[in-house]
Antibody, heavy 126, light 107 residues
């Protein structure tokens, strides 16, 4: 049974880079799944940020692609998120998720997200 | 991006009631539609995938139906632990997108 746990700073200054990690237990990150990030804004809306496989295949939300980097650390069974040039609009609860995908040709497409980490609130403020 | 619209945004029910939550996609998405439950202070949890397949451990009082643009989540015999928010999500195309949520509270 996979379990995911986010970690990282809860406060980031505007224009800086938000960095979070997700530790996976009960499931090897080197398997067939992708590993991703979703955020939930204070008004409860959910936004997928992006996902990566252990083979470094990635797909990102086009709206965030220029600011996002996801990496995988198979040695420690972890993956990470970096979101650059943050503003107050990036204030949200960030969840790490296991992303089940289907390959359409060489392109990964999400099937569903399960399970989710417990979430970590990140506030962007000076 | 495909827009997902849920209605109602909130509804009230009593234990034992039957409730229905609707989700509409801005374009046809075949059967690529998932439902999540989020209890207060908790992460969303996958409830139903591909319109009507229950995730393991989900009680049979939950069911889903629909295709293309119109989808429904039904809870029969609502239980106290079902009072939560529910989100639909399309996985037809990238980026996967979510509805704005429906909050089910106690009447």
């Amino acid at each position: 049974q996979a379990q995911l746990q986010e970690s990282g700073p809860g406060l980031v200054k505007p224009s800086e880079t938000l960095s979070l990690s997700c530790t996976v237990s009960g499931h090897s990150i080197s398997g067939d799944y992708y590993w991703g990030w979703i955020r939930q804004f204070p008004g409860m809306g959910l936004e997928w940020i992006g996902s990566m496989s252990h083979r470094w295949s990635t797909y990102y939300n086009p709206s965030l692609k220029s600011r996002v980097a996801i990496s995988v650390d198979t040695t420690n069974n972890q993956f990470s998120l970096k979101l650059s040039s943050v503003t107050a609009a990036d204030t949200a609860v960030y969840y790490c998720v296991r992303d089940r995908v289907t390959m359409r040709g060489i392109t990964p497409v999400n099937d569903w997200f399960d399970p989710w980490g417990q979430g970590i609130l990140v506030t962007v403020s000076s | 991006d495909i827009q997902m619209t849920q209605f109602p945004s909130s509804l009230s029910a009593s234990v034992g009631n039957r409730v229905t939550i609707s989700c509409r996609a801005s374009q046809p998405i075949s059967r690529f539609l998932n439902w999540y439950q989020q209890r207060p202070g908790k992460a969303p949890k996958l409830l139903i995938y591909e319109v009507s397949s229950l995730q393991g451990g989900v009680p049979s009082r939950f069911s889903g139906s629909g295709s293309e643009t119109d989808f429904t989540l039904t809870i029969t015999n609502v239980q106290p632990e079902d009072f939560a928010s529910y989100y639909c999500q399309q996985s037809y195309s990238t980026p996967p997108t979510f509805g704005q949520g429906t909050k089910l509270d106690f009447k």
